[in-house]
């Protein structure tokens, strides 16, 4: 009897923790061990923020020499492919964005000297939204966007 | 015994490296269909990419990578026969590395 009560308090402790720190955020910091994983960014609510915290800076520039390949209608939005891609000189990084998933920052690519920019995944989408490709060069930001629609949510929930 | 499978042509002087890796990428926002509990987040946080002991490509991930992800990149400079690594590290500190060759 004892400890049916005790495993009922112990499982019950469990679901408040994970609940109340921010989903995890709290609970799983102690196992955090990746220093260059960008916590702020990938927790952010919106696509300034995430720009911000990622990149330094959330003024990024329309650019059509991003070329970013996703399908036009995704039936099922748990996978999404998509490729950007572009021919812009000196970029050190790429970030794969859905606007309108919870938290929009999906993926953030720092390319080393002898890599390309051309990075293909694939992602998860809650709903019909803009794929935002953010390229970094040495000063600037630019970006580009192509929307997705999504028929079926991927985020589950 | 690894999970991650790696192929890696050279192509024009240009290498593409494509790699699929095994994981359930949960987002910690799902639930449980049938217990109505949320899912842990459980998902790949870094991938590290080397060719011959130099870090190509580091690629940082949150749970909206599906699951079981795919990656695919291209560096140049590489030659057949150059070992291609890849290594994750996911959010609960599980890492797993496998190595390729470019054919």
Redesign the interface.
């Known amino acids: 009897m004892i400890d049916a009560k005790r495993r009922i308090l112990l499982k019950g402790s469990l679901?408040a923790g994970?609940?109340g720190v921010a989903?995890?955020a709290g609970l799983?910091s102690p196992?955090?061990?990746?220093a260059?994983?960008?916590e702020a960014a990938?927790h952010a609510k919106d696509l300034p923020a995430a720009l911000s915290s990622l990149m330094g800076s959330d003024a990024t520039e329309t650019n059509d020499a991003i070329k970013i390949k996703a399908p036009d209608i995704a039936e099922n939005g748990?996978?999404?492919?998509v490729?950007v891609e572009t021919d812009m000189e000196g970029v050190k990084s790429i970030a794969i964005v859905?606007d309108q998933?919870?938290?929009p920052?999906?993926?953030?690519?720092?390319?080393?000297e002898?890599?390309?920019p051309?990075?293909?995944?694939?992602?998860?989408m809650a709903k019909t939204s803009n794929v935002v490709a953010v390229v970094q060069t040495a000063d600037k930001l630019y970006s580009n966007a192509k929307e997705v629609k999504v028929t079926i949510g991927?985020?589950?929930? | 015994m690894s999970d991650i499978k790696i192929r890696a042509k050279l192509k024009d002087g240009?290498t593409?490296v494509?790699c699929l890796m095994s994981h359930p990428m949960e987002?910690?926002?799902?639930?449980d269909s049938k217990t109505g509990?949320?899912v842990?987040?459980h998902f790949i946080?870094?991938v590290v990419c080397k060719?011959k002991d130099?870090?190509?490509?580091?690629?940082?991930?949150?749970?909206?990578?599906?699951?079981n992800?795919?990656?695919?990149?291209?560096?140049?400079?590489?030659a057949a026969g150059d070992p291609i690594e890849i290594t994750w590290?996911d959010?609960?500190?599980e890492t797993q590395s496998a190595t390729g060759e470019i054919s």
């Open positions: 679901a994970t609940v989903v995890g799983l196992r955090m061990v990746l260059s994983w960008n990938f748990a996978v999404v492919p490729t859905a998933n919870q938290t920052l999906i993926a953030s690519f720092d390319l080393g002898s890599a390309l051309f990075v293909s995944t694939r992602i998860k991927g985020c589950g929930g | 240009e593409e494509k987002t910690g926002l799902r639930k509990e949320l842990p987040a946080q870094e060719s130099q870090v190509v490509m580091t690629a940082n991930w949150s749970g909206g990578v599906s699951k992800p795919y990656l695919a990149f291209k560096f140049s400079g590489g590290t959010n609960m500190g």
